[in-house]
Structure formats: C-alpha cells, structure tokens
C-alpha cells in the first residue's frame, strides 16, 4: 500500500488570525444640571425683599410728626358723659374743610396739604381729641398741629351755646427730635420677611417631581 504525500507547494497555507474589530466610541451621555435645592427660592425671595425694603427706606426722606391734645369741657347745663360723645364728634371735624380752611392760614400751608398731612384720633375713655401732623421738617409738623387745634377750639367755642360743651387746649405740639419714618434697616428687615414670605409660597405651589419624571430622565 503506497501512501501519497503532498509536497509543502501544494499545501494550503494557514488562514491569518482574524483582526478584533475595535468597539464603536461612545459619545459621553450629557448631564442635565443639577436642580437648586428648594430652599434657594426662599434664600432668594429675602434677599430680594431686603434690597428693595432697604432701597425704599433710603430713597425715601424722613418725615417728622408732631401732636396736640384738646380737651372737651362740659359747661355747667351740660354733665361729662356729652362731653365724651361731642369729643367724638370733634375728632371727626378736625379733618374736614372747615377747619383746615381756618387753620391753613397759620401753619402757613395750603389747606390740601393739611388734609393729607393732618389725622385725629379720640379716645372712647376720655373726652381728648389728638391732633397729629406729619411734615418734612419738624418745625411744619408743630406749627400745623397747633393750627388746627387752634382753629378747633375756636369753631367749638362758636357752638358752646349749642352744645354745651368746649374744647380747651391741654397739650401743644413739641418739636419731634427724631423722625417718625421708618429707618432703612426696619423697612430692609420688612422687606426680607415680605421676600421670604413670598418665597415660601413659591416653593408650596411649584410643581413637584414624581418618581416617573425621574426615571424618564435617566
């Protein structure tokens, strides 16, 4: 039995290693930025109000208040429990026209400024009207209490046969030492609580993130 041999010619050569095909890049996913954590919206809304509270007062120029008391007397027809009611009376007419007309005279001041510069207060315990003036300048505040006061008792000493009842002066107007306004520092602190009350309701009534928002953002 013969045997057949090839020759190394004929013999078929060996396929070469397959080259690893190299994996595809892969583009980094981009990140989405990071929420701000919820109490920013509460940071933010005082901040703003403390800016603007604080800008408002320092813009703002101070004003002076000055107040005068007048006292209402029952005459002898008359007994304390009228003069209580007609004090109440009084502290209504301190603002009207007829009295700041008299009085515009004296303080030196249209009687349009006296009527957004003057208010009256009364008391339910005591027959005292108050008279508060407020001004730029804290000699105008005094002179336009006292003003309207004076011009008070003198249109009540008119009706004292009417009435039975007058108003004597109890306390004239001081000069104010400092301003009744508000500094920049209370209206700045205002504003903060104003921001961040506002900031706090932002944060309640914003929409919120469900657990399916989330895992559709991934």
Sequence with gaps: MTSTTESPATQTPPAPPATPTA?????????????LPPWSLLAAGALAGALAGGTYGALTPP??????Y???????KSDPQAALGFAQAYGRVATQ?????????????????????????TSPDAPMVAVTATAARPGLAVDMANAV???LTRHA????????????????AVRPTEPSSAPPV????????????????????????TAADGHGQR
């Design 23 to 35: 994996p595809a890049p892969r583009h980094p996913t981009p990140r989405r930025p990071r929420a």
């Design 70 to 76: 007048v006292l209402a007397v029952p005459t002898a």
């Design 97 to 121: 026209l007829a009295v700041l007309a008299d009085a515009q005279v004296e303080a030196g001041v249209p009687a349009r400024t006296l009527r957004e510069s003057v208010r009256s207060a």
């Design 63 to 68: 004003a002076y208040s000055a107040t005068a």
């Design 157 to 172: 000493h008119h009706a004292k046969d009417a009435t039975h009842v007058e108003l004597q002066q109890f306390s004239r």
């Design 186 to 209: 209370l209206t700045g602190l205002v504003g903060a609580s104003a921001g961040g009350l506002l900031g706090g309701l932002a944060l309640l009534v914003r929409p919120r993130r």
């Design 149 to 151: 006061t004076r011009a």
